[in-house]
Antibody, heavy 118, light 109 residues
């Protein structure tokens, strides 16, 4: 059974960083592409970026280019998304999602609430 | 900045048919944009329904179908069920970058 399990909720202060993890199971992690998406309360889904797990190649939305880093650890089948210089507008649920290639999203993690507040 | 536009809301009667569309500010949507469609219910993560325009996942009910229609990506629900009431999002692929549509809130009434 394909599954993505994300780390727990985070509360961060403005200007700090957050790192969210996403552990994969039930499929070949090394043959997948992992996406990161966020959703502020009541808002649309917003694409952040992806990583091709096998090669480590990444691509980020222009909006997040300077602040986001997506990585993976193939030994633990885990993907990570780190967002720096946090501001209140970054408060959202962050999702990881997986697919066979970068243009395909097959299934999603349960989401991680990141709250940025002073 | 690329914008992907969906109908904000649609209403359909149980058993009816409804088509949701997904337009790109850059022009006609083609198969090269690899349209994906997702369903999201309140408090839940999105669930994938369609990939690469018209391909269904193993769990996608047969009443859901994807296509290209008049320069847009389209998601058609035939024989709508009450449990289909949800927000639906399309996702287009711009040669590396993804852009989500604004979502369509589908009401079954």
């Amino acid at each position: 059974q394909m599954q993505l399990v994300q780390s727990g909720p985070e509360v961060k202060k403005p200007g700090t960083s957050v790192k969210v993890s996403c552990k994969a199971s039930g499929f070949t992690f090394t043959s997948s592409a992992m996406q990161w998406v966020r959703q502020a309360r009541g808002q649309r889904l917003e694409w952040i970026g992806w990583i091709v797990v096998g090669s480590g190649n990444t691509n980020y939305a222009q909006k997040f280019q300077e602040r986001v880093t997506i990585t993976r650890d193939m030994s633990t089948s885990t993907a990570y998304m780190e967002l720096s210089s946090l501001r209140s507008e970054d408060t959202a649920v962050y999702y990881c999602a997986a697919g066979l290639h970068t243009a395909m999203v097959t299934f999603w993690g349960q989401g991680t609430l990141v709250t940025v507040s002073s | 900045q690329t914008v992907v536009t969906q109908e904000p809301s649609l209403t359909v009667s149980p058993g009816g048919t409804v088509t949701l569309t997904c337009a790109s500010s850059t022009g006609a949507v083609t198969s090269g944009y690899y349209p994906n469609w997702f369903q999201q219910k309140p408090g839940q993560a999105p669930r994938a329904l369609i990939y690469s325009t018209s391909n269904k996942h193993s769990w996608t009910p047969a009443r859901f179908s994807g296509s290209l229609l008049g320069g847009k990506a389209a998601l058609t629900l035939s024989g709508v069920q009450p449990e289909d009431e949800a927000e639906y999002y399309c996702l287009l692929y711009y040669g590396g970058a993804h852009v989500f549509g604004g979502g369509t809130k589908l009401t079954v009434l």
